[in-house]
DNA sequence: TTTATATTTCGATTATAGTCGAAGTATAGA
DNA sequence: TCTATACTTCGACTATAATCGAAATATAAA
């Protein structure tokens, strides 16, 4: 029976890798859905299903229900700034091989962050993107130009077709490892897609890395004037 | 093999009762020997050694080696801000039976932190000798006045001997649920012992908590003004 | 209505962290 | 030198948290 605030109890919520990885992943402040925290958590529904219910219990995420959806936020600026805290004093992911060593290097180079591109690529490609004015930053999302639209439709995009879908069309993903944003949402998903379907980039095996192939390199120096 | 910084590390060495009780013995900022901190998270010496090596370890907790004690103190300023903030988000204890209401509430009242007096009853009393200008409070020290020396000695506290210990004399103690510090080091044991001796509190059994007696009530009264 | 998708609940398994007793090392003091 | 104290190391035990498969529930889509 002590009397000081319990500090564990807070503490061990955010001290699961499960669960600070979802919470890492809901600092972009933006809603998530329970299989999205999941899939970036490399959980099966389940588990993120008890992970989940845990931080709503100690007041660290709110929940609302949207249909057979959940959709989950971070409660306060408390709650982001106490993880912004632990990010900027937390050691980066240990490394204790060669093998690792070398992962990490691939994965900071180019890998997919949920279903888009992230890593120094998607931050380059963003960028690139920003500076041809195709994209135009505002606040957390991206807006498509004039310019942008021709561009995106005569790269093979179907942007009438990304903008049915029932997702965010296009915003800022932040990248705890890159301290850069770059582009998420349907558009971000359809860049990737299309990069993969033109063999511009091929899947690492076993980790969420990608490799730009030769012809990525020929194709990202012609569209975006991105040299790698 | 993820890319983020490991926000987990840090978070599960605070996400333990007894490491977090250890940590926030250390608010106070001053040094505490391997002992002494597991007698305050009430655990073995061997268990306290256990968690210590691992706070070291993750950078949280300096140690310095004189003689046969090892003294602990936080590793910088970022970690006690970091409690800081834990503690201020952190909710008070849990109570799940009246029988715990009851027991925080005797706690909150009177009780001994480590091997002074602490709770409601240690902060009147350390105003008392403040208002009385027997103490003086200097940074993180209390300093006995000629005042004071004349009424310790008067009250039955041998100075000369307790200066004699080896070990902080007279020091501040920050208590975390009143949020207000008192007197703790060699005086503020003597004065504890005193009391016991003249039997003005008595140990509650099972909890760290005190119970003044009626004698306590009047001796209280007329030595320091305080009425209880 | 039927089928597919999102999420939760239940039950069982597994890994591991916290714990302490026993024994060892190092230092202080007599 | 001997004894007491401070602390650590080792080994074993135990409790519990994280995990997932299977199955249930709820909603959307067809």
Redo the contacts between chains.
Sequence with gaps: ?????????????????S???M??SLMDGRFHTASELAFMSEITPQTASFHLSKLVEGNLINVEKHGRHRYYQLANK?VA???E??????????VRSLK?SN??KL??EA?TCYDHLA?KLGVTLTDSMLNSNYLEKEDRVFIVTPKGEQFFTDFGIDLTELKKKRRSFSHVCLD??ERHYHLGGALGNGLLTHFFEMNWIVHIPS??AVKVTDSGKEGFKQFFNINI
């Design positions: 029976m002590s009397i000081n605030p319990n500090v564990a109890v807070v503490a061990s919520l955010l001290g699961e890798t669960r600070s990885t919470l890492t408390e700034h106490l993880i805290t632990f990010l900027s004093i937390s050691p980066p992911p240990e690792q992962q990490v994965l900071q890998r890593g705890w490892s980790i969420r």
